[in-house]
C-alpha cells in the first residue's frame, strides 16, 4: 500500500489493483460440484448399461435340460410322431438347431419359433398339436438360445435371417412347397415372424402369440418397471444401455420394429394375447393389428399371462391354431393353382 500527500495532511491511502479478476468462489465452487456429478452420473450410466445390456442381448436360458430328456422323447414317440434332430447353417454360418417332424409328403409346413430365453420345447405343445394336424413342422432353437451357436440375441436383426436361412433349407432338402408354409410364434419368436413375413411377401400365414410391438419400446417398459427408475433418470439410461446393446451385438435396437413394419405384411396374420400379461402389454398387439393392412385376426384371451394362453385353454388354442392355418394355407395353395 502506498501514501501519498504533504507533510502534516492525511494520508491518501491507494490499494494496488488485483493482478487478475477472477470468478465469484460460489461460482467455480459449484463448477466443480457440477463437473464431479456429472463425472459420477455419467462413471454410473457406464456401470448400469452393461449388466442391463446383458440382460437385454444375453439373457440367462431356462428349460435346457428339457433338450436332453428322454423321458420327453419318448412321450413324443408314443403319440406316433418321430423327431428327426436336423442342423441348418444360417447366413453367416451359425448352426441352428432344431427337430423335423414330417408329415405327408405334400402337407403344408409351419416353423415354429420360441421366446426369448427359452428353446424349441417350450413351443411343443402347439408344435405337437400341429403336427397331429397334419402339417409338418420344424421347431428351432434360436441363435444364442437351447443348442444352437450364437453369441447375442438380437431379437429380430439376424434372427429374421436366420429363419429365411431355414426355409430355404426346407424348400431344398426337404421338399416343403413354397406356396404352403406358414409361421408360428410367441414373444420374441412372434416379433420374428412379423418381420420375416414383412420381408417375405410370399409366406403364406403367420400365427403371432403375445408379440413386441418395438424392442425399445418393450425395453423401456421392462427397464422402468425392474428399476422402479423415474422417467428423467431411466431415460439416459435406458439410451446408454441400448447403445452398449448395439455395440456389443453389432445391430440397431432401434430397427427391430414389428410396428414399423406391419403395413408391410401381405399374408393373413393372426394375433393372440393374454390380458394378464405382464411382461409385454396387449397394446403391443392392439397396435399391430391396428397397422396391418392385410387379412387379421385378434383373440385377447381373458385370464392369460405372457405367451400362456395356450396353457390358459389348451383346447380352444389348438382348435383356432389349427383352424387357421388349415384355411390359409389351403387358400394359398389354390391361389397357387389359379
Known sequence: MTELGAKGSTPIRLSAAPAAVGAPRWLRRAGLVALGTVGSLTFLLGVASIPLSGLLIRPRLK????????????????????????????????????????????????????????????????????????????????????????????????????????????????????????????????????????????????????????????????????????????????????????YRGKFDVRTVNPLSLAGEIKCPVHLVHGTADRLIATAHSENIFNALACQKELWIVEGASHARAIRYDKREYLRRITQFFQSKLSDSQERTLL
Open 63 to 246: 428349460r435346457m435340460a428339457q433338450l436332453k430328456s428322454r423321458h420327453l422323447r419318448e412321450l413324443i414317440h408314443k403319440l406316433g410322431i418321430e423327431l428327426e434332430d436336423v442342423v441348418i447353417a444360417s447366413f453367416d454360418g451359425t448352426r441352428l438347431c432344431g427337430w423335423w417332424m414330417k408329415a405327408a409328403e405334400t402337407a403344408p409346413t409351419i416353423v415354429v419359433l420360441h421366446g426369448v430365453k427359452k428353446n424349441r420345447t417350450d413351443v411343443l405343445r402347439a408344435a405337437l398339436g400341429l403336427r397331429q394336424a397334419g402339417f409338418s413342422v420344424l421347431v428351432l432353437d434360436g441363435r444364442a438360445h437351447g443348442s444352437s451357436e450364437g453369441r447375442y440375441v438380437t431379437y429380430g436383426f439376424y434372427e429374421t435371417r436366420d429363419v429365411e436361412s431355414s426355409l430355404e433349407w426346407l424348400i431344398r432338402e426337404k421338399g416343403a412347397r413354397r406356396e404352403a408354409i406358414g409361421l408360428a410364434g410367441e414373444s420374441m419368436g412372434a416379433a420374428i415372424a412379423l418381420q420375416v413375413a414383412a420381408r417375405n411377401p410370399w409366406i403364406s400365414a403367420v400365427w403371432a402369440d403375445s408379440p413386441f410391438a418395438s424392442l425399445e419400446r418393450v425395453t423401456s417398459e421392462f427397464l422402468r418397471r425392474v428399476t422402479h427408475m423415474p422417467g428423467p433418470v431411466l431415460s439416459p439410461v435406458l439410451w446408454s444401455a441400448i447403445q452398449v446393446a448395439n
